[in-house]
């Protein structure tokens, strides 16, 4: 973690998103999300590559080592594949059908 992020934990709240706060570069994590048991244990901050906004993440370490790990920008809501396994992805491109969806004929 950069020496300039502060870590802060949010005793107040009851919800389980940890967020992070740009203008005061300051990681808020609530109790709740700490108490969610043992599978959320390691953090990741991203920097989102549409709006720029950073946000911070509690993920399952294992699913970042042997699995896949999509988190949500905490900003623009745009979804992120941060880790991903190539045994467990595999993307499938769609063309466009030759037909025309709008003849009766699929009606």
């Not at 048991?37 to 390691?42: A, L, N, S, V």
């Amino acid at each position: 973690m950069h020496a300039d992020v502060k870590l802060e934990v949010d005793k107040g709240s009851t919800a389980k998103e940890v967020t992070y706060d740009e203008a005061s570069k300051t990681i808020k994590i609530p109790l709740a999300a700490m108490n969610d048991g043992q599978r959320r244990t390691k953090m990741v901050m991203f920097t989102c590559n549409k709006c720029g906004g950073r946000s911070a993440r509690l993920i399952n370490p294992v699913a970042w080592e042997k699995g896949a790990v999509f988190c949500q920008c905490q900003h623009c809501g745009v979804w992120h594949t941060l880790r991903a396994a190539k045994h467990i992805i595999e993307e499938v491109r769609y063309n466009e059908p030759e037909w025309d969806l709008n003849d009766p004929q699929w009606d």
